[in-house]
């Protein structure tokens, strides 16, 4: 399957700084990629959807201007968290939509293929 | 809204069968998804099901129903390996790009 890297896998950091993290679609373009948090035992929450070229598609909830995310090429999307803050500490995972992923009764499989996760932890 | 139930926890095993049921009300569907997640790591893909009806791969099976708002997720020869969580998830909205997650399935694996 498709592989998508993302770095750092964890990042310990203070409150009040910022840190970014990577997410690289390594053998296909990934014109949108998606955010997702995680906290601990729970499902993944969308926050937002990142768009190559284009402003991000946030989720109801979800600070854009806490939660930078830029998408500059077509295998490279960013998550800044600005200002951490100790309630900002989980597990983010990123993923990218690989539109190759064959076809099946004439439908695209549009499979999201996910990150190894961050785990951030604001002290 | 959108909503997807599964079990929180189930426990079966070693060499046996286990069903992991989904059911879901959404504004729209394009497809369900199955991941795998090990605790402290990322979902990997299972499965994906847009028709109804049953799609095998190997000791995987999934299945569904669109007119009941109904998949599960059979796993046959159950190993140790195969305790992690279960997440059902289907893809909606009109640019068929949006996938919402259920809360996942605890499953665990007993000798």
């Known amino acids: 399957g498709a592989v998508v890297s993302q770095h750092p896998s964890r990042v310990i950091c203070k409150s009040g700084t910022s840190v970014k993290i990577e997410c690289r679609s390594l053998?296909?373009?990934?014109?949108?990629m998606f955010w997702y948090r995680q906290f601990p035992k729970q499902s993944l929450m969308l926050m937002a959807t990142?768009?190559?070229?284009?402003?991000?598609?946030?989720e109801q909830g979800v600070e854009k201007d806490k939660f930078l995310i830029n998408h500059a090429s077509l295998t490279l999307s960013t998550l800044t968290v600005t200002s951490a803050h100790p309630e900002d500490s989980s597990f983010y995972i990123c993923?990218?939509?690989?539109?190759?992923?064959?076809?099946?009764?004439?439908?695209?499989?549009?499979?999201?293929?996910f990150g190894a996760g961050t785990r951030l932890s604001v002290l | 809204g959108q909503n997807i139930d599964q079990p929180t926890e189930m426990t079966a095993t070693e060499g046996a069968i286990v069903q992991i049921n989904c059911t879901y009300q959404t504004s729209g569907f394009n497809g369900l998804f199955w991941y795998q997640q090990h605790a402290g790591e990322a979902p990997t893909f299972l499965s994906y099901?847009?028709?109804?009806g049953l799609e095998e791969k190997g000791r995987f099976s999934s299945f569904l129903s669109r007119s009941k708002g109904y998949s599960y997720l059979l796993l046959k020869e159950l190993q140790m390996k195969d305790s992690a969580s279960y997440l059902c998830?289907?893809?909606?909205?009109?640019?068929?790009?949006?996938?919402?997650f259920g809360s996942g399935t605890r499953l665990s694996i007993r000798p």
């Open positions: 099901n847009v028709l109804d």
């Open positions: 053998d296909f373009q990934a014109t949108t």
């Open positions: 993923s990218a939509r690989d539109i190759t992923s064959g076809d099946k009764g004439g439908v695209a499989k549009n499979i999201q293929y």
């Open positions: 998830a289907v893809r909606v909205g009109s640019s068929a790009s949006k996938i919402i």
């Open positions: 990142s768009n190559e070229g284009s402003k991000a598609t946030y």
